[in-house]
């Protein structure tokens, strides 16, 4: 019988009232093993009464005591790694290598998070005029709400509370209904680690409840993560219903092989960044662009052999490369797109349909496959597959790969491999793309820079964590003062420029 997930509201545990649940699968048998309850509107309503609790209360507890509430929550994280890693890889299908590293990636946000008194430092200007002093604070916005995706179910959710909830907001987290697990116990972790009851909830839920989110009055910014359509839905209903908005969505991401490239180098990285996490990752490497036909076949006769020597397994085997993708429906989604390449014209050179593991038949395994000569008007290469499927696009100059990402919808991530540096230079600074790795397949910043793509893969003016993260979760009041001598009333205000 399948377990019944809960919500996570004012520091407990609560029973789903809607009678509406999602399926939670074992990636790696095909079997429900629980049930996500999906929130009402009421249910949503609840919890966002008690972030507002709890609002005043940590917005005034001093920034030490709240960053003392970030350390004791990046030990616990710590303390609990092997269990949620255990927890993320079952539902997710991650290998556990892989989910610890979502964790991590989390963690070091908190890290970031746990300078938050520094962080939120104001300007000050001593004499701006005559007598007067101008200086500014940032204050948190209130009662803040975060909606995830299923593929980073710990980094993402702490990509947001970690730094909302440091700079002083009360949050909520509307976590993907596909593997919700671990986001629930982060926030039980939370509450062990000292943050009062309301600080950090979690309604589990889907249309439904990310709508009741974008439409209360108390709800001042949302940060969401996901699809592009879905992302460009809540950007503006959100900013429709005046709320701060930041939407990071979807992906195609390029990798360019220069003709001096170490092609070691080149392979290994995308047999990691191409096919690492079954390619479910926004920065993923799933386009390779050879420049020069050499190039090409060199870095198609290298990688075949290779592919074929990938390990696909459940997720809790160590020597698997990766294992299953989250759903049945995303593997029949992933396997249409392969079908779709190949009649498209894409020369296909390993077919990863239709892999069955012995014992896992009814596992939502996709094997790793690539493809030659695919081109940019091909709608399987325009579009976001999400799956381990690398698509090789040939190109004979610079100027033309680099035109592929830079006219592309998405511009997430790119990476050119070279050992020129003046080609990587000019590259990087004419890409039309948010985050660039020169000779780095993935190039995620770290966590005290900041996280976003640009066209459609974010809807955003201020990217995730780092300083970036601090000023989406922050509003600027400025302050001009003057202490004259004597009765105020007698001294007429001098303009600070004119003075
Ligand atoms: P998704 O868009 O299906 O879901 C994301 C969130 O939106 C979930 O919480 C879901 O419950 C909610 N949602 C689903 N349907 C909705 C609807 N109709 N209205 C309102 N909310 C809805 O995304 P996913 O499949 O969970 O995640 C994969 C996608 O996320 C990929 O496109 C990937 O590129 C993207 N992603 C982007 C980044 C980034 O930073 N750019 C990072 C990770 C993932």
């Known amino acids: 019988m399948p377990r019944e997930l809960n919500h996570f509201i004012n520091g407990k545990n609560i029973t789903g009232k809607s009678g509406r649940f999602c399926d939670v699968y074992n990636p790696n048998t095909g079997a429900v093993q629980a049930k996500t309850p999906l929130a009402t509107t009421a249910e949503v309503g609840e919890a966002i009464a008690a972030a507002q609790a709890a609002f005043p209360a940590w917005a005034a507890m001093n920034p ?7 350390f004791r929550f990046k030990a616990l994280l710590e303390e609990n790694m092997d269990e949620l890693a255990a927890l993320l890889s079952a539902e997710h299908g991650k290998v556990i290598d892989d989910s610890k590293g979502d964790v991590q990636r989390g963690l070091e946000v908190i890290e970031f998070a746990c300078g938050i008194p520094h962080l939120l430092k104001g300007d000050y200007t001593e004499g701006a005029g ?4 101008v200086y500014n604070m940032r ?3 209130g009662v803040v709400a975060g909606i995830t995706p299923f593929n980073f179910p710990a980094m993402i959710p702490m990509w947001m509370f970690g730094v909302a909830i440091a700079c002083g907001n009360t949050f909520i987290l509307k976590p993907s209904e596909k593997d ?3 986001p629930l116990r982060l926030a039980e972790l939370m509450l062990e680690a000292g943050a009062p009851a309301g600080v950090l909830n979690v309604v589990n839920g889907d249309k439904e409840a990310v709508d009741a989110l974008l439409e209360h009055d108390d709800v001042k910014a949302v940060s969401f993560v996901g699809s ?6 809540v950007y503006h209903t959100g900013a429709a219903n005046g709320k701060r908005v930041q939407a990071m969505a979807g992906a195609k991401n390029h990798g360019i092989i220069m003709p001096d490239a170490d092609m070691d180098q080149v392979v290994r990285d995308f047999l990691g960044a191409a096919f690492g996490s079954a390619g479910e990752r926004c920065m993923a490497l799933p386009v390779a662009v050879p420049v020069g036909e050499d190039t090409a076949d060199e870095f198609i006769a290298r990688m075949i052999p290779e592919i074929k020597k990938l390990k696909v397994g459940v997720s809790t085997d160590n020597d698997a490369h990766y294992g299953p993708v989250v759903t049945a429906a995303h593997k029949e989604r992933v396997e249409n797109y392969i079908t779709m390449c190949e009649a498209e014209g894409g020369k296909m050179l390993v077919d990863g349909r239709g892999l069955k593991l012995q014992g896992h038949e009814d596992g939502f395994f996709v094997g790793p496959t690539l493809f030659d000569h695919v081109t940019a008007d ?14 090789v696009v040939r190109a004979q100059t610079l100027e033309e ?8 919808q998405y511009g997430n991530g790119v990476a050119i491999f070279t050992r020129n540096g003046r080609a990587a230079r000019e590259f990087a600074a004419s890409v039309q793309v948010g985050m660039v790795g020169i000779n780095v397949p993935i190039p995620v910043p770290v966590a005290y820079h900041s996280f976003g793509g640009w066209k459609r893969s974010a809807f955003a003016d201020v990217n995730q964590h780092g ?12 302050i001009t003062q003057r202490w004259p001598e004597g009765d105020i009333g007698d001294q007429a205000f001098i303009i600070p420029t004119m003075g």
């Open 64 to 70: 030490q005591r709240r960053a003392r509430v970030m």
């Open 130 to 133: 005559p007598g007067i002093d």
């Open 139 to 141: 204050q948190p916005l």
């Open 180 to 182: 919700p697990s671990v």
């Open 228 to 233: 592009s359509d879905i992302a460009h839905y």
């Open 378 to 391: 091909m709608k399987s290469y325009q579009d976001e597959i999400f799956g381990p499927v690398l698509q």
């Open 401 to 408: 790969a680099a035109a592929l990402p830079s006219n592309h």
């Open 467 to 478: 300083p970036e993260g601090v000023r989406f979760w922050t509003k600027v009041k400025t």
